[in-house]
């Protein structure tokens, strides 16, 4: 019998009909990585599908921070299991592929525990992807996690004008990858390696490719992003700051962010940059996990709370209409009311926009795992509840602080109904505004006139410049400072 997915399946005008089906779990660098997979594969002859039954191969980029994460790809290949007997009584033949940081945890157990897998790929070794899909061809099962000596990125195509376009006027841009920092909870320096920073030239000649396809603002991204280092043209050592402005020069890019972000790397010149660069949102995902010097020790953060609250006070001053947004875990193995009660204290003392929280979860090969004192799954859902509904509290207050505000708004898609566009505010959260307002890709200032549930809502079309008032100003108030 032959092959009909190994070798290229031409339709009866010899065009390839291959399609690949990629969903994608976790932050965004893996969707950035999903982005630049598909890239790949596109260039060996898969067009990309949404239904996942038209596909010939199905890619799960997967995410193995908590634990729920590994569990739904489980069941996922579950259901893929069933889909692919249906196509196989069709006479097609669908591939499935597991990438991402569950297929770098597990490797061959994921093949083991379930066989209708055909290919386990790392986020290391993406570039090996179409070599490693034709091995599937050949009838082999595939397990693809050494850390890859040479620089993926260098490896992967380059991403072009066409495809940028297709999403839109924002983009994700990886600079750094993998964490040497071994906090006690995450897996991360397990599955994405040790520290690699993407040199200068490469970032930039991506990021003007970025700009040259109408792309008006750009993400960077890393798990340690703010450890970023490299060298300048000179050959002086900059560090994310210095990358930031080199960025800043770059005409077409209006907006700059960064995620995500250790305290301990949040330098001199970073902070000045947020100073000086308009073009570099005041918005900062800071994440500092726990309020409890206990905890924190234990976690092996290497900072106290004093240490945090010091520093955004540092950050504040230099960028003072800043919104911040944070990472918290419950119920860290050792954690007591009274650390937990430390944790609602500095929220409270913060005062997030915006920030994520969840439950310990013991992920095997970490230090976490084997500490004692593991915290009953009921008093961790409680605590989560409680801080979540404070962290709920703080994020409508910041976002009602903004009514009757005028801010500026980056149009990036048609909105649900004809008359609207969806934009984000400098402090990303998304903005429902007039289509009169102006066209995707323009910067257009707009007077908040609500609040929705997770967005807001601006229908009174662009505020001229000379009008507007309270631009992007959200008063800073000071952090009480802890001594
Ligand atoms: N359990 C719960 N949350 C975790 N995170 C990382 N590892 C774990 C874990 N084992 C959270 C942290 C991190 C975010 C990306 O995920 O808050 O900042
Ligand atoms: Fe994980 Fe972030 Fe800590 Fe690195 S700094 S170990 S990615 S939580």
Redesign the pocket.
Known sequence: MTDTTAATRPDETGINTRKVFIKTYG?QMNVYDSQRMGDALARDGYQPTEVIEDADLVLLNTCH???RAAEKIYSELGRIKLLKAEKAEQGVEMRVAVAGCVAQAEGQEIIDRAPVVDLVIGPQTYHRLPEALARVARGDKVVETDYAVEDKFRHLPKVTAPQIRTRGVTAFLTVQEGCDKF?T????PYTRGSEVSRPLTQIMGEARTLAAAGVREVTLLGQNVNGWSGQDEAGRDIGLGGLLRALAEIPGFARLRYT?SHPRDMDDDLIAAHRDLPALMPYLHL?V?SGSDRILKAMNRRHTGADYLRLLDRIRQARPDIALSG???VG?PGETDADFEDTMELVSEVRYASA????????PG?P?ATMDDHVDEAVKSERLQRLQTLLREHQVDFAESLVGRDIDVLVEKPGRYPHQRVGRSPFLQPVVLDAAAGEIGDIVTVRIESTLPNSLLATGGAVPAAEARHRNAVPAEPIRKIA
Do not use: L
């Open positions: 932050c921070i908590r634990e906090c909870f995450c897996v991360v995500t994440p996990q990472d918290f875990i860290f994520f929280s969840f439950k310990y979860s013991a992920r970490t976490g």
